[in-house]
């Protein structure tokens, strides 16, 4: 998106920059998004299917890259890494 109007849709190998993705990150990412988007739904009481996260950078260069959650296209909360990472999860929780 460029001022919030769709420009393109890309993969998760297109945000890496890579053509195939020979260390699958992919596949390790896909998962822990998965389960993420479905703690988010438990806890805001939202069905898994009416969440977005939007991936956003504020400069060309990228410096720095925010996540946010939307629910139908309303804001629901950012997404920190201190929320991905809250104390007492696991990873084992994350990635099933």
């Known amino acids: 998106m460029k001022k919030y109007k769709p420009v ?3 993969t998760f190998n297109d945000i890496l920059g890579v053509t195939f993705d020979f260390k699958s990150r992919e ?8 389960n993420a988007i479905l703690r988010l739904s438990e806890e805001k009481e ?3 299917q009416d969440i977005q996260i939007m991936i956003f950078t504020e400069t060309d260069e990228c410096k720095s890259v925010s996540l946010y959650a939307y629910n139908n296209g309303k804001k629901i909360q950012p997404v ?8 007492g999860l696991e990873m084992k929780d994350l990635i099933q």
Do not use: D, H, R
Request: charged letters at 15%.
């Open 8 to 10: 393109n849709q890309l």
């Open 27 to 34: 596949a390790l990412a896909t998962p822990f998004m998965q």
């Open 46 to 48: 939202i069905k898994p």
């Open 80 to 87: 920190s890494f201190e929320w991905l990472f809250q104390e």
